[in-house]
């Protein structure tokens, strides 16, 4: 649009860091900005927020938070020690986006991380049974990554049904939520996202 066009420019233009420690408008903007999207979104203010390049590097932000997560729960340090000390890691999914392996390679987890479980019956949405008793045979932590819309059929899973698995096994919950997420704002199709809220970290691509 030509209002983009113009902030493009002008932020050649300028060409500031809005991060450097000498002025710290650009962060305070960013946490207003962030703010506000978590009322949007119907989040609660234990939600912390950055921006991003876009829905890869959102997932993959996400996945390198529990990946320390990860090392807290084993007593290493991934960021010390290398995501080797953490052994063979697991990161459970029904219809994980390609996003999400990209991620797992980038950070050292590896692609072969990804676990896909059983989905229902015509669907890309988890089976919460089925993710129970893949979580019954995983031994120690791992990631479960929940979708709020997925890429092919914009399916969601049962975001609160998983959520409330971590009150019996021990996994971080990454949801994306890349385009899924504006079901809030629509009256009709703000019960697909019930449970967001419960995310451990989650992806919102704003350009969606």
């Not at 995501?83 to 950070?107: C, F, I, N, P, Y």
């Not at 050292?108 to 893949?134: C, H, K, S, Y």
Request: proline share 3%; hydrophobic share 45%.
């Amino acid at each position: 649009t030509p209002a983009a066009l113009a902030g493009d420019w002008l932020t050649a233009t300028w060409d500031q860091n809005s991060f450097s420690a000498l002025d710290g408008a650009g962060q305070r903007l960013e946490r207003e900005t962030i703010g506000w999207l978590r009322g949007l979104f119907g989040l609660s203010d234990q939600h912390q927020g950055t921006l991003v390049s876009g829905a890869t590097m959102s997932n993959t932000v996400g996945l390198a938070i529990a990946r320390e997560w990860l090392g807290e729960r084993l007593g290493v340090s991934p960021a010390q020690d290398g995501t080797g000390a953490l052994g063979a890691v697991r990161v459970l999914s029904a219809a994980a986006h390609s996003s999400v392996a990209k991620g797992l390679s980038m950070l050292g987890m590896g692609r072969r991380a990804l676990v896909q479980v059983p989905a229902l019956p015509g669907r890309e949405a988890a089976d919460p049974a089925a993710l129970e008793r893949t979580l019954q045979q995983t031994d120690g932590p791992c990631i479960v990554v929940a979708n709020a819309g997925t890429v092919n059929t914009a399916d969601f899973d049962d975001l609160r049904a998983i959520a409330d698995l971590r009150d019996r096994y021990d996994f971080w919950l990454h949801i994306d939520a890349a385009f899924g997420a504006f079901a809030a704002l629509s009256e009709r199709h703000a019960h697909l996202i019930d449970g967001l809220d419960l995310a451990d970290s989650l992806c919102i691509d704003l350009h969606k």
